[in-house]
Structures are given as C-alpha cells and as structure tokens.
C-alpha cells in the first residue's frame, strides 16, 4: 500500500493541527495503521495506532487526551486529530500501515511494513 501524509504546518503551542494520510489499495479496510515521529536527532517513535477489526486505538503516554486517531475506510484515509499542541511535539510524522507487531502495548518502526513520506509539524512557544 502507497500512503501520503499531508497536514503538517506551524503551528502556536496550544492551537491545533489534523493531519491526514491517504492510501492506496483496495484493502485499506484490513489494515491496522499508525502514527510515528521523529524529531531531528532522535529516533522514530510511535505516537498513535488503530486496530483494523474493531478500531481499537492506542496512544504514546504524552499525547494521551490531546491527539486522537481515525480513520475513514470508505475515502481510504487515516487521520490524526492533535490538540492543546506543545513545543516538545515537533517533529515529522509519518503514517504507517500493515501493522505485522504482537502487541500494541510496545510498537516499533519495525512492525509496520508500508511508510508515507513524512509531514513537518512545528509547534512554537
């Protein structure tokens, strides 16, 4: 699957930002699917998931009650809602799909088999 992530931007700390991630593939609806991270100098990290059977979600300690993951089959797109934005959430993110990991409770880059490219997402102070 052929994923594009779009919605990234500058952004005051404390506004908000959706992000967007569209796919191709008639089989998006079989897919768990995801969000990641990375700010300059650190490793990937998983921010956001969604299970493909019941929509179970699953979040990063720090973005728990700010961003909210979705995701619309019919228009094959993945969504990432971030609100009360703080500085320390700037980074690129990128959309992740064919979720192949054993447990939600600790995700790596290494689980997901397709990437987008990544969208800047920069919160001020």
């Known amino acids: 699957v052929q994923l594009q992530a779009s919605g990234g931007g500058l952004v005051q700390a404390g506004g908000s930002l959706r992000l967007s991630c569209t796919a191709s593939g008639r089989t998006f609806s079989t897919y768990s699917l995801g969000w990641f991270r990375q700010a300059p100098g650190k490793e990937r990290e998983f921010v956001a998931g969604i299970n493909w059977i019941i929509a179970n979600t699953y979040y990063q300690d720090s973005v728990k009650g700010r961003f909210t993951i979705s995701r619309d089959n019919a228009k094959n797109t993945l969504y990432l809602q971030m609100n009360s934005l703080k500085p320390e959430d700037t980074a690129v993110y990128y959309c992740?799909?064919?979720?192949?990991?054993?447990?939600?409770?600790?995700?790596?880059?290494?689980?997901?088999?397709?990437w987008g490219r990544g969208t800047q997402v920069t919160v001020s102070s």
């Open positions: 992740a799909a064919e979720f192949k990991g054993t447990s939600w409770s600790r995700v790596s880059p290494a689980d997901f088999g397709s």
